[in-house]
T-cell receptor, first 114, second 113 residues
């Protein structure tokens, strides 16, 4: 089944404790992206990647890191989480990142930073 | 700063009625327009896209685009309780990249049995 898999689904952590949210897609997509979703603010892009070893900042990159060493994986790293990073996070992918392509979303990671 | 505005709702309609969801955008150069549906606790899924002025129909869903007014809407005919969800409008600039996709904050729709 074609899908984007995120883990974990729920995560509670404390301020300053490094964490990684994994994202993997099995559709051979070139484009992958991370979003955070907060009430009243919609989905905001954190980082995106057009292909292996090619990553770039989105609209809200502060406090986050990403890497794209393999085509299928695009982990999101919070090296020193803070409470303002409490949010619902989605990984998404599309075939080439073209303007008109459908985005496939993972099931989401609800992160709480205490 | 590109903006996509939606009425957050909640919008309630009775079963069988037409639900009308509206979205305005600020970037006059926007070229592609999408409607994603998001059930509570789930991820967004694409239900419609439209590029040209006018109407586009797909089953019970109709997307309407008016570029002159910078307005895009989604009509859901014969609304069902299963249509209860948050509907996200997304707009893309003419840059040619999915990176430029901007989402609205969504309209919460409730269809009452």
């Amino acid at each position: 089944e074609a899908q984007v898999t995120q883990n974990p689904r729920y995560l509670i952590t404390v301020t300053g404790k490094k964490l990684t949210v994994t994202c993997s897609q099995n559709m051979n997509h070139e484009y992958m992206s991370w979003y955070r979703q907060d009430p009243g603010l919609g989905l905001r892009q954190i980082y995106y990647s057009m292909n292996v070893e090619v990553t770039d900042k989105g609209d809200v990159p502060e406090g986050y890191k990403v890497s794209r060493k393999e085509k299928r994986n695009f982990p999101l790293i919070l090296e020193s989480p803070s409470p303002n990073q409490t949010s619902l996070y989605f990984c998404a992918s599309s075939l080439t990142g073209g303007r008109d392509e459908k985005l496939f979303f993972g099931s989401g990671t609800q992160l709480s930073v205490l | 700063q590109k903006e996509v505005e939606q009425n957050s709702g909640p919008l309630s309609v009775p079963e069988g009625a037409i639900a009308s969801l509206n979205c305005t955008y600020s970037d006059r150069g926007s070229q592609s327009f999408f409607w994603y549906r998001q059930y509570s606790g789930k991820s967004p899924e694409l239900i419609m896209f439209i590029y040209s002025n006018g109407d586009k129909e797909d089953g019970r869903f109709t997307a309407q685009l008016n570029k002159a007014s910078q307005y895009v809407s989604l009509l859901i005919r014969d609304s069902q309780p299963s249509d209860s969800a948050t509907y996200l409008c997304a707009v893309n600039a003419p840059s040619g990249s999915a990176r430029q996709l901007t989402f609205g904050s969504g309209t919460q729709l409730t269809v009452l049995p």
